[in-house]
């Protein structure tokens, strides 16, 4: 299996919505990573996980808080987005604990805050 | 602080005529740089990765890149161009540290005509 599974797809909420976004591998992979993308722009960091713990938050504000209950699963809370949030939020893991080298990608949920 | 730099937002070539598409890059140390790609409303897709080694890497669907190291440049290439290559590529960068973090392009739209 060489697959990062992101849940949902779609996702539209309201800016006072709670939501969560999910993401699975099944690689053995020893981090995780969360982008934002918006529209024909390069993906931007949010967050990485390197074993399980947080090692990378890129300055994300804290309406946005991820979590790792295990190697094999991230998620991403969202709570009073606003609309400027909305984006391709995509998830990616790698082998190497260090640092992206050579990343697989899911295909992202695309969110849509009104 | 590291960039990469893709010239062209755009290039168009007829199919089965040979592709480039183009990446500098600046890093402090060695390198590894990455190709990824894109197509309409999914997530990336990993194509090559230079790490160390031989300058010209080969990757998936037919791509290959050539790491040159006196002009910084990562271009990427494919003999013979399908339609279905049609998409948004981007070109990455990190350095050979531990603590390294990716920094991406703009990205280049690829459009093949038949």
């Known amino acids: 299996d060489t697959e990062v599974t992101q849940t949902p797809k779609h996702l539209v909420m309201g800016m006072t919505n709670k939501k969560s976004l999910k993401c699975e591998q099944h690689?053995?992979?020893?981090?995780m990573y969360w982008y934002k993308q918006k529209a024909k722009k390069p993906p931007e960091l949010m967050f990485v996980?390197?074993?399980?713990?947080?090692?990378i938050n890129e300055s994300v504000p804290s309406r946005f808080s991820p979590e790792c209950p295990n190697s094999s699963l991230l998620n991403l809370h969202l709570h009073a987005l606003q609309p400027e949030d909305s984006a391709l939020y995509l998830c990616?893991?790698?082998?190497?604990?260090?640092?992206?080298?050579?990343?697989?990608f899911g295909q992202g949920t695309r969110l849509t805050v009104v | 602080a590291q960039s990469v730099a893709q010239p062209e937002d755009q290039v168009n070539v007829a199919e089965g005529n040979p592709l480039t598409v183009k990446c500098t890059y600046s890093?402090?140390?060695?390198?590894?740089l990455f190709w990824y790609v894109q197509y309409p409303n999914r997530g990336l897709q990993f194509l090559l990765k230079?790490?160390?080694?031989?300058?010209l890497v080969k990757g998936s669907y037919g791509f290959e890149a050539e790491f040159n190291k006196s002009q910084t440049s990562f271009h990427l290439k494919k003999p013979s161009a399908l339609v279905s290559d049609s998409a948004l590529y981007f070109c990455?960068?990190?350095?050979?540290?531990?603590?390294?973090?990716?920094?991406f392009g703009d990205g280049t739209t690829l459009t093949v005509k038949p």
């Open positions: 990616a893991s790698s082998q190497d604990g260090r640092g992206e080298v050579g990343a697989f």
């Open positions: 690689m053995g992979h020893r981090a």
């Open positions: 996980y390197s074993y399980e713990k947080l090692s």
């Open positions: 890093v402090s140390g060695n390198p590894y």
């Open positions: 230079y790490i160390t080694g031989d300058n």
């Open positions: 990455a960068v990190r350095p050979n540290t531990n603590a390294g973090k990716s920094t």
